[in-house]
């Protein structure tokens, strides 16, 4: 297992979110003394027994957006989804313009709650992007379409994003960032219109964030 994804509420340090590799989602409600699992709607497809456990999904990335109350994005083993209250309920938002329902990197726009960002990956068995070519696919409408977003992009097939890989800067316009197990850093100055390669020949990129300076 692995513990990640770790959120604090931006107004009320005592609401903390966490995701858990194997486990699901976890909500704290008192600062971390206790925690209670988040998972209702969560497929845990390869669990025949049980495809919809209280425990058992494979979380595999999740975000708390700073301005809408509740809303939490997700991506999982087994799907993207989003919640509006707090984690207690999730709607899976693949098979609607989404070429896969499996990835690890995901982002936000902290002014528009609607929009989110992923970098699908064509099975947990074949970790390459799907239909031969690296794209970053954006929703608008809380996940009911998706689009792809490959202007600039290298049309690379053996390539991976990890969970930590992908950043953003909050910007007008947002500014989107990831990183390749290959190596590559790309970046998008206009929230995902257009891309550029900041950085070559690094070794695997494991985390990407962003900062500012005066």
Request: proline content about 7%.
């Amino acid at each position: 297992m692995c513990t990640h994804s770790i959120q604090v509420h931006p107004t009320d340090p005592n609401t903390i979110y966490i995701g858990i590799s194997a486990a699901g989602v976890f909500r704290s409600d008192d600062g971390g003394e206790t925690w209670t699992p988040k998972n209702k709607g969560t497929a845990a497809d390869f669990n025949e027994d049980d495809r919809f456990p209280e425990l058992g999904q494979c979380v595999h990335k999740v975000l708390l957006h700073p301005e809408q109350e509740g809303r939490l994005w997700q991506q999982n083993h087994c799907g993207v989804y989003r919640s509006d209250d707090r984690g207690t309920s999730w709607e899976r938002l693949d098979g609607n313009g989404l070429p896969s329902d499996f990835g690890f990197a995901l982002m936000l726009d902290p002014r528009d709650p609607d929009a989110a960002f992923t970098i699908p990956e064509e099975s947990a068995m074949n970790r390459v992007a799907p239909n031969n070519r690296l794209g970053v696919y954006r929703t608008r409408d809380g996940g009911s379409s998706w689009e792809l977003l490959k202007n600039g992009l290298p049309q690379q097939a053996w390539v991976g994003v990890l969970r930590e890989a992908s950043a953003w800067d909050g910007h007008e316009p947002n500014g989107l960032y990831f990183g390749t197990q290959t190596g590559s850093v790309l970046a998008s100055p206009d929230g995902g219109d257009s891309w550029h390669e900041a950085a070559r020949w690094l070794p695997p990129v494991l985390s990407v964030e962003t900062a500012e300076w005066p």
